[in-house]
C-alpha cells in the first residue's frame, strides 16, 4: 500500500507559477517511478509529467515541456512539480501517482493515486 497527499494548488494569475509537491508513505519510495497528471472539468485525465526511480530520467506532455519541471527527493519521500509560465488552459485538479512502468504516460499503468489538488490559472 502506498498513501500519497498532494499540496501546493491554489489561485494564480496567468504567467505565474505554482510548486506542487506529493508526500508519499508506504512502500519505499524509491522502488517506484512517479508522474503528475491531470484532469480539467468535462476532460479525460491526461499526462503531464514523469519521472524514474531515482531521478535520472523524465518525460513530458508536449503541452508542459519547457514550462514544467518534476524532480524527487526520496530521502524525504516527495516528488514535486514546478510549473512555471502558467497558461488559463493549465487550470486542472492535479493528481501524483506511482507506477512500476517508468516513463509511461499511461493512467492504466499508474497503480496508486492521490486524492488530487486544485490548480486554477486565471487570464
Known amino acids: 500500500q502506498v498513501q500519497l497527499v498532494e499540496s501546493g494548488g491554489g489561485l494564480v494569475q496567468a504567467g505565474g507559477s505554482l510548486r506542487l509537491a506529493c508526500a508519499a508513505s508506504g512502500r519505499p519510495f524509491s522502488s517506484y517511478a512517479m508522474g503528475w497528471f491531470r484532469q480539467a472539468p468535462g476532460k479525460e485525465r491526461e499526462f503531464v509529467a514523469g519521472?524514474?526511480?531515482?531521478?535520472?530520467?523524465?518525460v513530458y506532455a508536449d503541452s508542459v515541456k519547457g514550462r514544467f519541471t518534476i524532480s524527487r527527493d526520496n530521502a524525504n519521500n516527495t516528488v514535486y512539480l514546478q510549473m512555471n509560465s502558467l497558461k488559463p488552459e493549465d487550470t486542472a485538479v492535479y493528481y501524483c501517482a506511482t507506477t512500476y512502468y517508468s516513463g509511461s504516460r499511461k493512467a492504466l499503468e499508474y497503480d496508486y493515486w492521490g486524492q488530487g489538488t486544485q490548480v486554477t490559472v486565471s487570464s
Open positions: 519521472i524514474s526511480w531515482i531521478g535520472a530520467n523524465t
